[in-house]
């Protein structure tokens, strides 16, 4: 019979994390308490500003527990604060996960996820220093507080993009929602459960060691991470900084994954720009330095930058250039959670 | 009609709290980015320790709704967090708020809630800094963060009290369980809706404030703050230090409200030592400060401190003595969410 979370209760559950963070937890540096008190504590290092972030993946809204591993729910759920942390130029220190578990949950998936946790941090040797469990009567959710510390010339933000600068993007996005799309398509196709696509979706990777290389550079102007795709995010860089953006839809990286499947053409750049959660990096620059961002990116990791258009005056909008050269208006959306 | 989130959508909530904050909210010292980036920033005192608790609060599980205010309820999951930080001899500075909605929770409920966290924050000047909306299907949930400070030499923990040490605790721990049965049994006496003790479930009080004095004072061995009752926190207390405790019933404080309730005085005690979220303090020291931490707390309100026992050897378990001079093992247990 499967353990459950009803046989082994919340003191138990505890007990068992606080083993495994034990065993397989990282101490972080300046970490003065751990879990097991009223607060965790730590001495931040003398100078630095504190980044923090928060972010909660429900299942069945943003995770679907049937296509996803525990280990890889766990990596997700990380992954996506990480890439806020990166996204400013900080690295990730402390996290602290808020829990709320239905008491039919069996206890393995329960350790397999704070495995995944920890997957994550490691690298950063960053670790789990405190949170709670509570029941939940209908979804599992995970809610998890990031922490990070950021030189204060280091931090990158969303709303510092100046009209002229070129937008460079990491990556291709959209390849998380093609993968999902394909997961919910797989019994048509089971062969596809190993599909690099659906890799994109099931085990996203942040860009959060380009992010703060990029921001620590002072190369960028702005720098966003995308979550809400790649419409909606460079949406909030030109909301946040008072100017427009013109996009040209040849420039778009479309990945030779993308490409394989069976999609229209406009399909497919829909998908590259709308809801995907690809946690690739958004830059905005000037024009000059696009190729030392690129190199200061090829540094960490073998990853793409785009340049996929420009700056503009915020009466221009969101635009989108066509091969005709006609030039169509974008909406800003990203997932709202609630909208009818 | 009643505006609901499903109405105004994500985007539309987000920007109404940001409104909400901009008008109501406080800048806190030390804060460099609030709402509206990937992260959070602030720059920490120097010298100072970072303070970091989670608390999450789970509607009918941890709040009953149709009994509570929003604006209560945002209170209430505040304070919960607020004396967190100060049981460890801290102030709050800093707040991270996930909400999880139903579409049909009302917009003007939200902002109550809202309401409700600022005006716990405001007394500290601490403020919301961040946090995130999501689409719960089933109950609402409230998961906060909240940050604070402390100097290094402020911060008392749990896992320090002495063989010998005199057990304090503060207030009246009890009442807010008293007033959740009152509040639940209201059906036949409404007159009881204006009760002290159904304000003390629905508008409890931290003693944060004495806390802190309490730990800067350095005349206490060990704090904890009362959320899982008088019993399963002293056995925090025991477990963390590695020692037993003896508390003698007669010197168990009752409130004048509890005594005039209808109850058994075997119920009354049991009301008294288990689970309760009253949020006072247990406080354990040498008996010769006894008298010196009732000032320091008597400085900042006119709380009750009482002496209710003393700690022990390990060996000795957690044990009550009884009028008749027998004593019995308490069983050291607390609100277990999951235990069938």
Redesign the interface.
């Known amino acids: 019979m499967v353990q459950t979370?009803?046989?082994?209760?919340?003191?138990?559950?505890i007990q068992r994390i606080n083993k495994l963070l034990g065993r397989a937890g990282i101490q972080s540096r300046g970490l003065?308490?751990g879990v097991?008190?009223?607060?965790?504590?730590?001495?931040?290092k003398?100078g630095v500003?504190?980044?923090?972030?928060?972010?909660?993946m429900?299942e069945?809204?943003?995770y679907l527990k049937d296509y996803m591993t525990p280990v890889d729910i766990g990596r997700r759920a990380m992954v996506m604060n990480i890439?806020?942390?990166g996204?400013?130029g900080?690295y990730p220190l402390?996290a602290?996960v808020?829990l709320?578990?239905r008491?039919d949950t069996p206890v393995k998936d329960i350790d397999d996820i704070y495995q995944g946790f920890i997957e994550e941090l490691r690298p950063f040797q960053a670790s789990l220093?405190?949170?709670?469990?509570?029941?939940?009567?209908?979804?599992n959710?995970i809610?998890i507080?990031l922490?990070?510390e950021?030189e204060?010339d280091a931090?990158l933000?969303?709303?510092t993009a100046r009209i002229g600068d070129a937008v460079l993007v990491t990556g291709y996005p959209g390849q998380a929602a093609a993968g999902l799309r394909l997961l919910l398509d797989r019994d048509k196709d089971r062969y596809l459960e190993a599909h690099p696509l659906i890799s994109a979706y099931t085990r996203p990777t942040h860009k959060a060691r380009e992010g703060r290389a990029i921001a620590t550079s002072g190369l960028a102007s702005s720098m966003?991470?995308i979550s809400d795709g790649l419409i909606g995010d460079l949406g909030h860089i030109c909301e946040?900084s008072g100017v427009g953006a013109e996009i040209v839809r040849e420039k778009l990286p479309v990945s030779e994954h993308m490409s394989g499947i069976d999609l229209e053409s406009g399909d497919l750049y829909d998908m590259v720009l709308n809801d995907s959660d690809d946690y690739e990096l958004i830059i905005t620059c000037p024009s000059e330095n696009i190729e030392m961002i690129r190199s200061v990116v090829t540094e960490i990791n073998n990853v793409r930058v785009s340049e996929i258009g420009s700056v503009t005056e915020a009466s221009e909008g969101l635009k989108i250039v066509l091969p005709d050269g006609s030039r169509r208006n974008l909406t800003s959306h990203?997932?709202?959670?609630?909208?009818?």
Request: with cysteine; hydrophobic share 35%.
């Open positions: 979370l009803a046989d082994i209760g919340e003191f138990g559950l003065t308490l097991g008190d009223d607060c965790a504590s730590f001495q931040p003398v500003e504190i980044l923090v972030t928060c972010d909660c429900i069945g809204r943003h890439s806020d942390i996204a400013m900080g402390y602290l808020s709320g578990l008491e220093i405190g949170g709670n469990v509570t029941r939940s009567e209908d979804s959710f809610d507080t922490i990070g950021a204060k931090i933000r969303r709303s966003i991470d946040e990203g997932w709202d959670h609630f909208k009818k």
